[in-house]
Structure formats: structure tokens, C-alpha cells
């Protein structure tokens, strides 16, 4: 049976490929959780993963984890996600962002040069992009315009280093905003849907959001998970094609956040009354304003990266919080 370490599995992301490994089958999950974490994502299997807590930015913490697991694939998505974060506590975010993924790659240099290690990049590494750029290629020069995109850019980095250096073997993705069921509450997909349905109970009034003109590509977390795991098989199956070189995970499609909104609102089934709300907004000129992606090098590969309608991602969405609330 393959083993398997998912860094940060209580998230959001993490526990959907949790979800996913389970389904197939045939693999022993492992996961990493940091002191107090919440469990809530992953109460419905955690009888079937075995979790360690640890701090991925102590290199011994680390090291005592992946002795004991000796995993065959390490899925590290552990981060901090959350863009307006990285200005609130820039020193943290690199911490986390750049010290985790050394410490992983340091361990398997040393100890597990068979492991597969996937490190989840961003396409906010891209930053700043020009009309004319678009859709985004991997081969975009990067004009990040945040901390957590430069701490996302030196992961991506250090993955490339790690290969040529040592021959671990990374996998370098450039995932573009993903959501379904489970988005953290901050992010705005999930903002505009809880907010919705607290309009619809008469809760509020009206949506307080920040910045609604800019553009993003969006895929279903079901099939960012799926696309990791294919990834992974094709480098454990000798596809060298797939090592050290970046990916774009995206639809190719995208909405100003303005529309999704409407979307929203549509399928609740309330009209949308915004007030702009100055806390959400991000530092002048620092909001990225469009990303839009190009994945026909990774679909040269594995296949069709956006399979699942955005409605029924959306219905997922709507769904989780309406349980929630
Ligand atoms: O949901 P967001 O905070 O996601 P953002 O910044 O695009 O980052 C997400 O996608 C990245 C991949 O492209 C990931 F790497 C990252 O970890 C994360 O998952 O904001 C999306 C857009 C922004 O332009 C933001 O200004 O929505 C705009 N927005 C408008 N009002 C808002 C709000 N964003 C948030 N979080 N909250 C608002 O009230």
C-alpha cells in the first residue's frame, strides 16, 4: 500500500484530497496537523487517516514526522493562503510559506530520495499581468504583488534547486483560485455565499465586500485534487516531463468577481445590495487584477484539468454554508 502525507490536512484543500485518495482506495493517508488545529474538515474519515501533530517550520518537528512515516508521496499544501494576510504578518507568512517547504525537501534529500513531492504554487506568483499576456503561460515573467505570492515564488524556487541540486523529485503547480464546499470563510467565494444566505434570513441587509472589479480563474477543488494525484502518478511512473517544471492548474475561463456575485445571488435568489467595505480592500494598487490561465501543457498530459461546471461547484458551496449557518 502507498503512503501518503498531506501536509495540511485539516484544510481546505488537504481534506478534499483526502476525500479523493480514499475513494480510490489502496492507499494509507497520513496528514499533519499543527497544535489546536480544527478538525472539522476531516471528522467524517479521521478514523481512516493517522494524523501527527508538528510545526512544519521546526525542522525537527519535521524530521520526527517524516521518520515515522516515510511517506512515498507528500502532498505539501500547508500555508498561509490567505493573500491580505501576507501584509498583516509578512515575516510569517515567509516563515510558514518557505521554511515548511525547506524543511520538507531537506528531509527527503537526505532520506527519501524515491519520494514524490508535490509543492502547491500559486498563480499569484504571476502578479501583474498585461492584456497582452493573457491567457497566462507558465513561461509569464512573475510580478508578484504580494508577500504570500514572493513566499510561493521561493517555494516554487527552492523545488526547482532541490531537483537539480539533489534529484528529488518535485512537482511544481501553479494552482488558480479553486472553491467548493469547505472554502475558509475569509476568501471571497465564500464570503459572497454566506453573506447571501444571512441576507436571505434576513440576517443583513446588504454585502459588505471589498474590491468586486477584478478577475479570476476558477476550478473546482475536486479537480485541483485530482489533477495532484495524476501528477504524482505520472512522476511515479517515470514521466520525468512532470518534475521541476511549472504547472498551471486553471479553466482557462474568467469572471470579475462582480459577476460571480450576481451568480450567487441568482441562486439563492436575492438581490444583490452591496456596500464597499474598507477593511477588505487591499493595499492600493496591490490587488492583483487579472488571472486568467493557460493549462494546455499540463492537459498534454494528464487530460482535462476543469471538469466540474462552476454552477455545481457554486450549489457545493451554497450547500456547505447553509448547513453551516
Ligand atoms: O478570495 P480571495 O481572497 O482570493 P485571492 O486573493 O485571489 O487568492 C486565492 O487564490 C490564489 C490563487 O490565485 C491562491 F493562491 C490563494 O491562496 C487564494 O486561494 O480574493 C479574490 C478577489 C480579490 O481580488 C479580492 O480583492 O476577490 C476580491 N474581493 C472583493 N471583496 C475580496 C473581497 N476578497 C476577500 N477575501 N474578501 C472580500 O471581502
Redesign the pocket.
Known sequence: MQKVLITGVTGFVGSHLADYLLSLGDVQIYGTIRHRSKLDNILHIQDKIKLFEGDLTDATSVDCILKEVMPDYIFHLA?Q????YSWVAPSETLKVNIFGAVNILEFVRRYLKDCIVLLA????EYGLVYQNELPIKESNVFRPL?V??IS?VAQENLGYVYYRSYGVKTILTR?????CGRRGF???????TRQALEILLGKRDKF?????D?V??FTDARDIVRCYWLLSQEAANGNEHVLATPLNLCSGKGYV?KDLLNKISGIVGISPIIDQ?SN???PKNA???I?IGDCLKVEQIIGKVSKIPIEDSLNHLIEYWRLKI
Open positions: 500555508a493562503s490567505f493573500v491580505p504554487g500559486t498563480s499569484e504580494s504570500y505570492g510561493k494552482s488558480f483560485n479553486h472553491f475569509e476568501f471571497v467565494e465564500s464570503k459572497i459588505s465586500l471589498g474590491n468586486l477584478t479570476r480563474d468577481i467595505d477588505s480592500l487591499r490587488d492583483v487584477p488571472l
